[in-house]
């Protein structure tokens, strides 16, 4: 079965301070990895997503993902982070073959601190 | 267009009331999702659909909670009788599925408190 361990379940950063959210994952076959963001009493809305080809992915607002299949990773990092980007993340995998459904992490709220 | 709308944003009810929570999905998406979300157990997958039926239900916590898709337009997802314990955000996602890594599109979620 698959699983996704999120390792940081809160990140306290200043405002145009590096960060990096963890993701693990686990599974039996190949798997597709999302990252979505939560902003606060709002749903879930996809940040970026690994499905194939180049490893390193991005968002349009300066986020970027690496997928690590040795590692069976799949962190989240933005250089230099804005008190907007204050929300919970969530990192997600979908197994390839697989009905389409999303298995979640627990989510890292990450706090942006002028 | 029209992301995936539930109903209602917010209920409270007492204990032993029947709730419904109601989604429309996005036109054209074949899939259909129920998701709950608490503080204690994160976001859990309750039911999906797709093309109508459903296909996975083994998240469903118990027998008080019933899901139905009558159409590609709507679904419900209804609590009876609702308990405390089932004091969450519910959320409605909805995908056009067509081989894998699909985007899953959520709703602003329905927030019930059962007192």
């Known amino acids: 079965a698959q699983s996704v361990t999120q390792l940081d379940s809160q990140v306290p950063v200043f405002e145009e301070a590096p960060v990096e959210l963890r993701c693990n994952y686990s599974?039996?076959?190949?798997?597709?990895l999302f990252w979505y963001v939560q902003y606060p009493n709002q749903g879930l809305q996809l940040l970026l997503k690994?499905?194939?080809?180049?490893?390193l992915v991005e968002s349009i607002n300066g986020f970027e993902a690496e997928f690590n299949k040795s590692q069976t990773s799949f962190h989240l990092r933005k250089p230099s982070v804005h008190i907007s980007d204050t929300a919970e993340y969530f990192c997600?995998?979908?197994?390839?073959?697989?009905?389409?459904?999303?298995?979640f992490g627990k989510g890292t709220k990450l706090s942006v601190k002028p | 267009d029209a992301g995936v709308i539930q109903s209602p944003r917010h209920e409270v009810t007492e204990m032993g009331q029947e709730v419904t929570l109601r989604c429309k999905p996005i036109?054209?998406?074949?899939?259909l999702f129920w998701y709950r979300q608490t503080m204690m157990r994160g976001l859990e997958l309750l039911i999906y659909?797709?093309?109508?039926?459903?296909?996975?239900d083994s998240g469903m916590p118990e027998d008080r909670f019933s899901a139905k898709m009558p159409n590609a337009s709507f679904s419900t997802l209804k609590i009876q009788p609702s308990e405390p314990r089932d004091s969450a955000v519910y959320f409605c996602?909805?995908?056009?599925?067509?081989?894998?890594?699909?985007?899953?599109?959520f709703g602003e979620g329905s927030w019930l408190t059962v007192v």
């Open positions: 599974s039996s076959v190949s798997v597709y």
């Open positions: 659909f797709n093309n109508n039926v459903p296909i996975d």
């Open positions: 036109s054209g998406h074949n899939s």
């Open positions: 690994y499905l194939s080809g180049s490893t």
């Open positions: 997600a995998v979908s197994e390839k073959g697989s009905q389409g459904n999303l298995i």
């Open positions: 996602a909805s995908s056009l599925r067509t081989g894998g890594g699909n985007t899953i599109y």
